[in-house]
């Protein structure tokens, strides 16, 4: 089966669009969206993993319940909120790729019908990881925490390093986002059958 576009490269970015993909969840598109919105407002040159954090933690609720009780949502957002004026400004000029965590695919998760703005290549490769992350435990379309586990799995993008800046210790709060996908799991089909539902 061929891919759906080229997988992009690190120079030239791959068209991720925030249409209906069949591999992904409402709640990831509507992430998508926002992720997008949020770049192009402040006039960055990609779309990065940071951007997916921020548009996770202000939609997606069962994203928001991994971090637990206390302030470090509420210090976390505080933080993200200030990229546009602050610590992001040094990221405008420059591509995010970590190299940290190979791209699954041959092909990005989603395609973006905007043409003038690009996914940084550790995003890209992220929604690669949610969408196999999803498909391996056998649910064919990926959940937000999918793609929040999928940031936390590249310890050099930009969405890791928010979050120890604003002091989250992200295995903490990825263990948390494991156990709530595997709830999610059962909560949806149900496992009163005795089967083991897969590990995460």
Partial sequence: MQPRIPQQSADSGGAVRAESDDRLRA?????????????MRDGDRQIDT???????????????????EGPQTVRLLGYLVQR???????????????????????????RDTSRDIRWSPSAAA??????????????????????????????????????????????????RAAAGLADAGREE?????GTAWPTP
């Fill in 27 to 39: 709640e990831v598109i509507s992430v998508v969206a926002g992720a997008r919105r949020r770049a």
């Fill in 50 to 68: 940071a951007h997916l954090l921020h548009s996770l933690l202000e939609s997606d609720p069962a994203v928001r319940t991994a971090f637990g």
């Fill in 84 to 110: 546009s004026i602050g610590y992001g400004l040094q990221w405008q000029s420059a591509v995010e790729d970590s190299g940290a965590v190979p791209v699954v695919g041959a092909a990005t998760a989603v």
């Fill in 126 to 175: 992220a929604l690669e990881r949610a969408v196999a992350r999803a498909r391996r435990r056998g649910e064919h379309r990926a959940r937000g925490l999918d793609l929040f586990v999928a940031l936390l799995a590249d310890r050099e993008c930009r969405a890791v390093e928010v979050l120890l800046h604003s002091g989250v210790e992200p295995a903490e709060v990825g263990a």
């Fill in 189 to 193: 089909w149900g496992s009163g059958d």
